[in-house]
């Protein structure tokens, strides 16, 4: 008889003693009886419980211990008619029969789908697979993948991956995943409006790679997750549709592959038929790139959404506006910060119902090549404030505003901001209808004429904006002092204006002039006075009269007439030319 080796398993522990010629030999494994075999085809009959058999296959082997009340079940992987597997830890996708043979595909589909439905740890070993059906995963479950590639054959209505809740303590790392399935994970909440946590879908996504799928990540009803690491180039990206709360995606790249127009990168939104609770709780992103879709950001319902020190571009030419905010199905699209970010085009906050209150802060990002305003509120958005941005866009595109407002537009801030000279305005308002408490303080251009509003907005220290106009003011210089002078700039309540007057004039009497101011102009003599009064001493040689009065609006000002007359008629000053009348902010 030959002589006896040692048999040992594909990770090098020693499993059993068999004879050298392969024929099957009994041997000592702690108290039990084992019979060495080549494949899971090769199990003895009539075995009894407790019979112990190690199979020799590099991929399906192991060790199996036979019980009889298993002996209905067979799974091809773990359980073999009663012989089952003895292992701890995760389990091998290869134990159940996948191949790295595309050929196989409906092999190693189902060899997937038998290991998934244990519910545990899976280990995907660094190979080619080749699938075209939905793996579920349940909750405890990490999906181990490093250096595997899984390429997806089945058609692109259903998904890769699928959870649906109750499920949680799920992790999916590393692996990259190829094909065009409907989405690489879709995710489904118990109900649109949960009432506890098991009604969620809660999983974690690391070090991933995916690649042509229609959608990243598409999670429905109910769902939190957290990515990071991740780089995908999908047609979109991930769909937030319901509760999704604490959504939290760091140091990944999302990229769109088709650059198709309605493509999006991050779509917040309710669905319409569900409570008016039902919105999304949270966005959170940082360090990220989120590139070449038609709406890159997307957001229609959120509770809040914050992105910071990422890139966020768009690609379809059409749409200038990567980011797009809006009111949709619920009464909750607000508390939205977008931080330190690089964003290619503009953001453009939607009309809407009047007095829509985003709470929105754009403070401290660059914008690039914008096409027409690189942040645009149209009508009835309120509380915006846009600070200490960079606008930058190359020449020759044509009217370009660094912000542009519609009708109805309140609370918004414009302060500290850097607009290039390529831009026409650095803000522009359309419309007469004041939303009130507009703000455009401190911001730095070149532009001239940098601010065109037709309503009143407090401007201050904003480029060359602080001169209002230069009007000359009209009337008939021989019979005296009296011009009138009609004003186009509005004035917001709370502003101070320096109106200057430059008078030539012809009298060998002095008098007083009288300055009448619009209605709500305040003048230095006080709230109770409609007029400033100028003394005219007629022993001045230059017969020049420069007249400087600090003016103080107790509310909003829209144009309004300023005329000069003689006060004491009876000693008319005549003016020999027209008079001229500045306003500057101070």
Known sequence: MAGLIKIKNNIGSELAIT???????????GSDIAVAVDTINDFPLGASDGDTVIVRDLNRGGTFIYDSTEVANDNQGTNFNGWIRQYSGAVSVKWFGATNNSADVYTTTKAFQNAFSL??????????????????????????????????????????????????????????????????????????????VADYARYIIEDVRVSGALILIDAQKAARFKMDRVQSYTANG???????????????????????????????????????????????????????????IDLIDIFTFTITNSWIGGYNSANDFPINIRKGNTSHCREITINGCTIYGGILFESNPSGVMYNANIVDNTFLNCNSASIQLNNNAHFVKIDGNRFETPIGIGNLFAVLIGDNVGDVDVINNTVDNNYTKIFQAIGTTSGANINVCNNYSDIVNPVYSPRPINLRHTGIANRLEYVPLTGSPTSGIDFTGTLTSNFAKGEQVLLNIALNYTSSNSGILEVILPAGLISPNGAGWSAQFVYIDATTVSKILPISIP????????????????????????????????????
């Open 19 to 29: 004879h050298a010629d392969n024929k099957p030999a009994k041997s000592i494994i």
């Open 119 to 196: 519910g545990k740890n899976i280990y995907i070993p660094s190979e080619d697979f080749y699938i075209n059906d939905t793996l579920n995963v349940t909750s405890n479950m990490t999906i181990t993948a490093y250096g595997s590639t899984i390429n997806w054959t089945g058609v692109n209505t259903i998904p890769m991956f699928k959870i649906v809740a109750p499920a949680e303590n799920i992790s999916f790392c590393g692996g990259y995943f190829l094909g065009e399935s409907s989405a690489w994970i879709q995710s489904i909440g118990v109900k649109f409006d949960p009432t506890s």
């Open 238 to 296: 991930i769909h937030n549709f319901g509760k999704i709360v604490e959504m939290k995606i760091s140091n990944s790249v999302i990229f769109g592959s088709t650059n198709g127009t309605g493509t999006y990168g991050i779509r917040d939104e309710a669905y319409p038929g569900a409570a008016a609770t039902s919105y999304p709780e949270g966005s959170h992103i940082a360090n990220c790139t989120i590139d070449n879709f038609d709406n890159t």
């Open 551 to 586: 003016l103080y609006a107790a509310n909003d000002i829209l144009g309004g007439v300023i005329s000069l007359k003689n006060y004491n008629v009876g000693s008319a000053v005549s003016a020999v030319y027209h008079a001229y009348m500045a306003l500057t902010r101070i």
